[in-house]
C-alpha cells in the first residue's frame, strides 16, 4: 500500500496545544504543497489518496480539509493515535488494511521517525510544517517501507 505522511501547516499559539489553528500563511502553504503533491502523483501515475486520517487536533484537521478541497479523497477519519505523545506512530496501527493509498496528517517528531524506521534509515531530513511523504509500505515496521517521495519543506519557492 502507498502511504503518504503529511505534517499539518503552521499554526498559531493558544492557550492549549490542542486549539492552535492554521495561520493564513499555514493555509496557503498546505494548499501550494497540494497542488505539487497532486501533479506529482498525475505525472509519476501514483494513484492518488482515497482516505485521509488525521490526528484530531484542530491544526490537523484544518489540514486535512484543506487536502481534501485540493485531492478530493473519497474519506476523511479522525484517529486518537495520531495525537502527539503517542509512541505507536511506527506500528501503524493507524492504517487502513484494504487502502491503496492512505494520507496521514500528523506532527512531528513523530512523522519523521515512522519514516526513518519504516524505511530504516535516519537519512531523511524532518518534516516541516505542511511537508510530505510517500512511502511504497510492505509492512509496518523497520524496513517495511521504501520511501518513493520526499518534501520536507512542502512547497516552497
Given amino acids: 500500500m502507498l502511504v503518504t505522511v503529511w505534517r499539518h ?9 490542542a ?11 498546505v494548499t501550494a504543497s497540494a497542488e505539487l503533491f497532486k501533479g506529482w502523483c498525475q ?24 487536502l481534501h478541497d485540493a485531492l478530493a479523497f473519497s474519506m476523511t477519519k479522525e484517529c486518537e493515535k495520531l495525537v502527539p505523545g503517542h509512541a ?13 493509498h492512505q494520507l496521514v496528517v500528523g506532527h512531528q517528531p513523530y512523522l519523521s521517525h515512522l519514516i526513518n524506521v519504516w524505511c530504516d534509515s535516519v537519512e531523511h531530513a524532518s518534516l516541516h510544517p ?3 511523504a510517500t512511502m511504497q509500505v510492505t509492512l509496518a515496521s523497520r524496513g517495511g517501507a521504501e ?3 520526499c518534501e520536507p519543506f512542502g512547497y516552497h519557492q
Fill in 9 to 17: 501547516g503552521e499554526a498559531g499559539s493558544a492557550a492549549r496545544d
Fill in 19 to 29: 486549539d492552535r489553528t492554521l495561520t493564513a500563511h499555514g493555509v496557503s502553504h
Fill in 43 to 66: 505525472r509519476s501515475g501514483v494513484i492518488a489518496p482515497s482516505l485521509c486520517t488525521h490526528s484530531p487536533l484542530v491544526r490537523a484537521q484544518q489540514t486535512a480539509s484543506l
Fill in 88 to 100: 505507536d506512530y511506527v506500528q501503524g496501527l493507524f492504517l487502513e488494511p484494504n487502502c491503496d
Fill in 130 to 132: 505542511s511537508g510530505f
Fill in 147 to 149: 520511501l518513493l517521495r
